[in-house]
């Protein structure tokens, strides 16, 4: 089966700055799906990546999956409060969306 | 919100009663989903429903059963409930293909 490590398990960030978050696949992504959730309340899609080397950006957040197709990047740019929460990956690996595997998370706290 | 609702919201029972987790969706989508989430494990799929009376089994498809019988209702059943079974359980509907998931806003259970 598909494994989905994330990377860091947890940051702490400094309002302003910037900040990546990793997705990494043991095998060929074929969508990969990113989701925000605050706690004690469900995910919130933000972006879905498909095709190697595709980028895409909402307001400050910019997800990336790489040319292999493997690892999937999120960034946020100049990070704000509103940022904080947990981002999870999610990935189909070519079973569809009847059978996505969903990362561990990665737990953010934005500092003033 | 994707006119997702889980009902209850939160939920604590004793081992070997039976629980049954609904969830309503109003988007008239053909799937639906259940998920557990837990620490260390993130989103693991228990069972989810391609139509009415329709579905299949997930990762963590033991000790759980599933009904729907109109497109808007998913019923999650723990036949009788063991501690391990307290977790966080989410709802989920996509319109099928490589659409994304949008999920409810969680049922969190406790079994003592």
């Known amino acids: 089966s598909q494994e989905l490590e994330q990377s860091p398990q947890s940051l702490i960030v400094q309002e302003g700055k910037n900040l990546t978050i990793n997705c990494t696949s043991s095998k060929t992504l074929y969508g990969l799906y990113w989701y925000k959730q605050k706690y004690g309340e469900g995910l919130i899609f933000l972006m879905m990546?498909?095709?190697?080397?595709e980028e895409k950006s909402h307001e400050k957040i910019t997800a990336k999956l790489d040319e292999k197709k493997q690892q999937s990047s999120l960034h946020i740019t100049a990070s704000q409060p509103s940022h904080a929460g947990i981002y999870l990956c999610g990935a189909d690996s070519g079973f569809g969306n009847e059978k996505l595997t969903f990362g561990t998370g990665t737990r953010l706290t934005i500092i003033p | 919100d994707a006119g997702i609702t889980q009902s209850p919201r939160h939920k604590v029972t004793e081992t070997g009663t039976p629980v049954t987790l609904r969830c309503h969706q109003t988007?008239?989508?053909?799937?639906m989903y259940w998920y557990r989430q837990d620490p260390g494990h993130g989103l693991r799929l228990i069972h989810y429903s391609y139509g009415v009376k329709d579905t299949d089994k997930g990762e963590v498809s033991d000790g759980y059963s599933v009904s729907r019988s109109k497109t808007e209702d998913f019923l999650l059943t723990l036949e009788s409930a063991t501690s391990s079974q307290t977790s966080v359980y989410f709802c989920?509907?996509?319109?099928?293909?490589?659409?994304?998931?949008?999920f409810g806003n969680g049922t969190r259970l406790t079994v003592t």
């Open positions: 989920a509907i996509s319109v099928g293909g490589n659409s994304p998931l949008h």
């Open positions: 990546l498909q095709k190697g080397g």
């Open positions: 988007e008239n989508h053909r799937y």
